[in-house]
Nanobody, 127 residues
Framework: QVQLVESGGGSVQAGGSLTLSCTAS????????MAWFRQAPGKEREGVAR???????RYADSVEDRFTISLDTAKNTVYLQMNSLKSEDTAMYYC?????????????????????WGQGTQVTVSS
C-alpha cells in the first residue's frame, strides 16, 4: 500500500521561508514523477513543482526562482524549499506521486497522471 506523508507546513511572514517534506512508502521514486500541488480556499488544485527520479524538474510560473524541489531517492523523500514567500502562496500543499491506476483522486499535470496523494500540510503566509 502506497503512503505519502507530508510535514513542514506552518505560518510564516511574507518574505520568509519554509521547507516541506514528503516521505513515500510502498512506492518506487527513482523511475517516477513526484510533485507538489496546492489548493487555496475557493480555488482549484494546481501543480507547483514536480521532479522525476532521474532529476528533471518543472515549476509553475508563479513559483519559478522562489521554490526548489528535490528528491532523495535513498530516503524516498521529496522536498519543497520555499523562499520569498508571498501571501498568495497561502494554501494547503499536497504531495503526489505518478500513478495511472484506480484511485480516489487523479489530477493531470504536464501530461502525467498523479493518483497517489498525501493528506496535505497547511502553509499560511501573512503580509
Amino acid at each position: 500500500q502506497v503512503q505519502l506523508v507530508e510535514s513542514g507546513g506552518g505560518s510564516v511572514q511574507a518574505g520568509g521561508s519554509l521547507t516541506l517534506s514528503c516521505t513515500a512508502s510502498g512506492y518506487f521514486t527513482q523511475g517516477s514523477w513526484m510533485a507538489w500541488f496546492r489548493q487555496a480556499p475557493g480555488k482549484e488544485r494546481e501543480g507547483v513543482a514536480r521532479i522525476h527520479g532521474g532529476g528533471h524538474t518543472r515549476y509553475a510560473d508563479s513559483v519559478e526562482d522562489r521554490f526548489t524541489i528535490s528528491l532523495d531517492t535513498a530516503k524516498n523523500t521529496v522536498y519543497l524549499q520555499m523562499n520569498s514567500l508571498k501571501s498568495e502562496d497561502t494554501a494547503m500543499y499536497y504531495c503526489a506521486a505518478e500513478y495511472y491506476g484506480h484511485s480516489q483522486y487523479h489530477l493531470s499535470w504536464g501530461g502525467y497522471e498523479f493518483g497517489y496523494w498525501g493528506q496535505g500540510t497547511q502553509v499560511t503566509v501573512s503580509s
